[in-house]
């Protein structure tokens, strides 16, 4: 994927994120300081294991989090304007219009009882892409830029009928009908099999080629992002660990945990017998005595400083690192 | 046992309605056990010169046509209506549960009988079925029982079914068949006492529909007998007299079963949080 | 759509005969004599004989019920001891007001409850939400015919607001021209106002007693189906696309919301229909249900025997009607089928 020279104004710039869950038991602290940029045609892997906050920094910047979120701090910069504080109004606007997001499990997350080429009509209508005379035809225009063969047919089905990988294009088709200037797609590939998952990889990188998209890939799979993203963005906990570009990360990991991840992704290379897994589990995030570092109790390489609120080191170019004793 | 107690004390203390019905419960049982010793009249007692008189100090609900103090026909009528109501709950769950486990556990033509046979109950509204059987069988109380039973019997036996169903294949179930037990000892022995605490909050959810289709019943002039103390008959009588002008007659009776049933959906609700918060609608 | 009709249709079949195997069973079940409860209360030994062989309760059982059917294929449903009458015409002929009286109750309740949940899904936790959950349990614990009674009370005596309760229309007004047999209807089409509003307003009440009756399920149904539907994955696509409120409640939510409300409108028939009975009673409506009760009373057993048949037929038929209406709204069940 060829990287666009970055403009000096990033298309999403997230600045100090902090996310909170209430529960039962208290008070999740899920997202913590969160900060990370996508220049504009950009794509940019956002890592971690299952648990890390990755769809919970892309709910929070979309404004769908659960009722029981809140955003404690922090900007997401989109377009001049600050998401987070934008009235629900406002951001429905910029929503499916601006800045979209593809789902998992595309099945369960089209419509089962509409067809689908009138649910790409409806955000067409509702963002003024069509009219709603014209758009029965620009939803078939639409299915033929996502590459589904007989789109007059297909826009009539109902997504029970249609394989998942036809079903991930149709979502592809919504979330691009109105050119955002963002796409998330948050693990658009999990559940479909390998061959399609390089298909729905390939197709979403043309269409943002076309026109200059920047990506978020949301994803645990190092190894699919390596292969098709520009910049990889690690979390673990609820914090950003890592920042750099693709190469840069898979070359010269800095922080402890990255490279364990990459010790852990099988690839071409790598046997199985030499996975090696990571040591401990996530933190327990409702406790109150979380250290700064939320990866310190398993690291080991944690040294005193540890204990000190982290840092943001710049480590290379575009390259950061938050480690008091990165590799 | 302990674990359950607290959770039951979590549900309670999240939930004050619960411990409401609790207490209903408790008033109830009360009523139905020492009815006859509490009551201040004999209720089936007439005194003519003391008939039609509305609520007052010395008769609390008034009395009816007859002269019988009405707070005492309530009190001791609620040992009928709650027997009433348990026995065909009790009596639906024994021929619903344990044709349902028997379906669910062998499948086959056992499940294809039962599942028939609920099919066909669920085919009629139920209070009709329940009025042709009572009319069918005769006009006693022991009927009213078993029509009652009749028409729950395809709830139960659904539930059961399911529940066995699931647990056809549990590791407890395979100890106990590979420790000998014939099949009816694994099902009677062990499915069954797995699966009470669900028929259990399955009995108290329809303890209200019991008692609603028992008083329908005695309303129209099923089962229940004058000068019998019931609270659908009373409500029956005192319709007659809503009319001129007598609220009294009819309007202590059916609070009290309103009260009754208001007290075992909330109990059944409570119970269900209890035992198993994922049956929640 | 003839696929699925015809697939309803052949589901229905088996109900309808375990209907008439148990209606017929009903009748032989009483203990006794048969032939004595048919003859009434004060037969003599020899009319006794008489309807034992008219009605051939002296042959064997299979042969009893093969006639059973025979009669009931010519639409005979025996004679009513207290007037005489076929069983069959005093049922036609009273038909219309229960179901009159029924469907405007459903029509209420459907009114007040698809919305009511679908306010207190949308405002979960909220006032709204608690005083909907209250309202409905409340009118699932109130016995049908002790609503009845306190409404009539109230409306009627206290207040005045409401006419007598004696029936479909007051005694000083004729009823409208028979087309349907459904007052509301015939008054509309021969736009007789007087008989309108007069039916209309003596259905108030009835109709009201029942609808609170089936509330709850129907409300409580709606409420559950919409938050679920509220909490998946499609809504969260839909907001997603930044489509207006109005569209996801309504467009997206409610269509899906709705159709669990749809299977539960069976449960909800078979609550009306048996509340019907009660209903009737109070108010003395003169439908079937009250015929039914009025027979009951005279031990009078071949009219309850077809009560419960024509109940019985009905309720198949409404949940044949349910189902396919449900599969014409979900393209799932449709496209299958």
Known sequence: ?327 | MLPLLRHARYVLSENPVTGLAFGLFAMFLVAAILGPVLAPYNPMQSNAAMALKPPSAAHWFGTDQLGRDIFSRVLVATRLDLTIAFASVILAFLLGALSGVAAGYFGGWTDRIVGRLADTIMAFPLFVLAMGIVAALGNEVINIVIATAIINFPLYARVARAEANVRRDAGFVEAARLSGNGETRVLLGHILPNIMPIMMVQMSLTMGYAILNAAGLSFIGLGVRPPAAEWGIMVAEGANFIQSGEWWIALFPGLALMLAVFCFNLLGDGLRDIIDPRMRT | MLKLLLSRLATAIPSIVGVVIVTFMLTRLLPGDPAAYFAGLAASPQAIAEIRTKLGLDKSLPEQFVAYIGDLAQGNLGNSLSTGQPVVAEIVTRLPASAELTLVALLLAVVIAIPLGVLAAVKQGTWIDHTCRIVTTAGVSLPVFFTGLLFAYVFYYLLQWAPAPTGRLDVFLSPPTHITGFYLIDSALTGNLEAFWGSLRQLALPAISMAIFSLAPLARMTRGSMLAVLGSDFIRTARASGLSPRTVIFTYAFRNAVLPVITVLGMVFSFLLGANVLVETVFSWPGIGLYAVNALITSDYAPVQGFVLTMAVLYVALNLTIDFVYGLVDPRVRLDA
């Open chain 1, 1 to 327: 994927m060829t990287a666009v020279p970055a403009i000096s104004v990033p298309a999403l710039s997230v600045e100090n994120l902090s996310v909170e869950f209430r529960t039962r038991s208290g008070v999740v602290k899920v997202l913590e300081h969160v900060g990370f940029s996508v220049d504009k045609g950009e794509t940019v892997a956002l890592v971690g294991e299952s648990g890390s906050g990755k769809s919970v920094t892309a709910f929070a910047v979309m404004g769908i989090l659960d009722a029981a979120g809140k955003v404690t701090s922090g900007r997401a910069m989109f377009g001049g304007a600050d998401l987070l504080a934008l009235s629900e109004q406002d951001l429905a606007e910029q929503r499916g219009r601006e800045l979209s997001m593809i789902f998992q499990n595309p099945r369960t997350a089209l419509n089962p009882i509409r067809r689908v080429g009138r649910q790409i009509a409806d955000v067409l209508v509702r963002h003024g892409g069509a009219t709603r005379n014209d758009a029965p035809r620009a939803a078939i225009e639409m299915l033929k830029r996502v590459r589904i063969p007989d789109p007059e047919r297909r826009a009539e089905a109902y997504p029970f009928e249609l394989s998942g990988g036809m079903c991930q294009r149709i979502m592809i088709a919504v979330a691009l009908a109105c050119r955002p200037a963002l796409l998330i797609a948050d693990e658009p590939t999990t559940g479909l099999d390998v061959t399609t998952q390089a298909v729905i990889m390939d197709l979403i990188g043309e269409l943002a080629a076309e026109s200059g998209m920047a990506t978020i890939f949301i994803t645990h799979d190092l190894a699919l992002a390596a292969e098709y993203c520009d910049r990889i963005v690690v979390m673990h906990a609820g914090h950003i660990v890592e920042a750099a570009p693709a190469r840069e990360l898979f070359g010269h990991p800095r922080h402890p945990y990255s490279a364990k991840l990459l010790a852990a992704t099988p690839g071409e290379t790598v046997s199985l017998e030499s996975l090696a897994s990571i040591p401990g589990g996530l933190p327990d995030l409702r406790r109150l005595d979380l250290p700064p570092c939320r990866y310190s109790d398993r690291c080991e390489r944690r040294i005193d400083r540890c204990a000190e609120p982290l840092p943001q080191r710049t480590v290379g170019e575009r390259h950061l690192v938050a480690c008091w004793n990165p590799l």
